[in-house]
T-cell receptor, first 115, second 110 residues
Framework: NAGVTQTPKFRVLKTGQSMTLLCAQD?????MYWYRQDPGMGLRLIHY???????AKGEVPDGYNVSRLKKQNFLLGLESAAPSQTSVYFC??????????????FGPGTRLTVT | GQSLEQPSEVTAVEGAIVQINCTYQ??????LSWYQQHDGGAPTFLSY????GLEETGRFSSFLSRSDSYGYLLLQELQMKDSASYFC???????????FGAGTRLFVKA
């Protein structure tokens, strides 16, 4: 099992450009999450999904959109990037219907710089 | 609002025991988790407490007091590889949203 994978690993954007971050998991997890982590800070929840076709806002949703068209994929979009969105983005997933809902598995992260 | 507080840094020597505290204030509470993150890496799950008391997993233990909105992570027989950041996290209202603390940086010295 690959676990949780994220594409791309690194990206540099200019202000106003758009991009999509892809998260994929092969653990048949129901729940998926997008977080951002800024230097010296914890993880802040951007959006999450509790199942295919569902999404919900987290703590810091402004400037981001998400979609979960397939159970294994969770996409995070930035429509018009701003320097304040420079961060490391982590995707996570949890709950295969049998195990623990609270244990989140994280991807390796995407380091995004907006200039 | 929701908030978690934990110390920003802790330093300990190899072989010692260290305790990292976490106090929280949330609108709903399902449980308290702990995650470890090495520099440049992804967070990895360590432990979870839904009920009051102590949970033990090898060298790591975690404690929760719901009445005090307080928990801690106890690391025993510290090793150099334990140098990392440790985050407490609360599952809040609805059981899906997880709010993370700012993290405690642990430095283990020889």
């Amino acid at each position: 099992n690959a676990g949780v994978t994220q594409t791309p690993k690194f990206r540099v954007l200019k202000t106003g450009q758009s991009m999509t971050l892809l998260c994929a998991q092969d653990m048949n997890h129901e729940y998926m999450y997008w977080y951002r982590q800024d230097p010296g800070m914890g993880l802040r929840l951007i959006h999450y999904s509790v199942g295919e076709g569902t999404t919900a806002k987290g703590e810091v949703p402004d400037g981001y959109n998400v979609s979960r068209l397939k159970k294994q994929n969770f996409l995070l979009g930035l429509e018009s990037a701003a320097p304040s969105q420079t961060s490391v983005y982590f995707c996570a997933s949890s709950y295969d219907g049998l195990g623990r809902t609270y244990e989140q598995y994280f991807g390796p992260g995407t380091r995004l710089t907006v200039t | 609002g929701q908030s978690l507080e934990q110390p920003s840094e802790v330093t300990a020597v190899e072989g010692a025991i260290v305790q990292i505290n976490c106090t929280y204030q949330t609108s709903g509470f399902y449980g308290l988790s702990w995650y470890q993150q090495h520099d440049g890496g992804a967070p990895t799950f360590l432990s979870y407490n839904a009920l009051d008391g102590l949970e033990e997993t090898g060298r790591f233990s975690s404690f929760l007091s719901r009445s005090d909105s307080y928990g801690y992570l106890l690391l025993q027989e510290l090793q150099m590889k334990d140098s990392a950041s440790y985050f407490c996290a609360v599952r809040g209202t609805g059981g899906f949203k997880t709010i993370f603390g700012a993290g405690t940086r642990l430095f283990v010295k020889a």
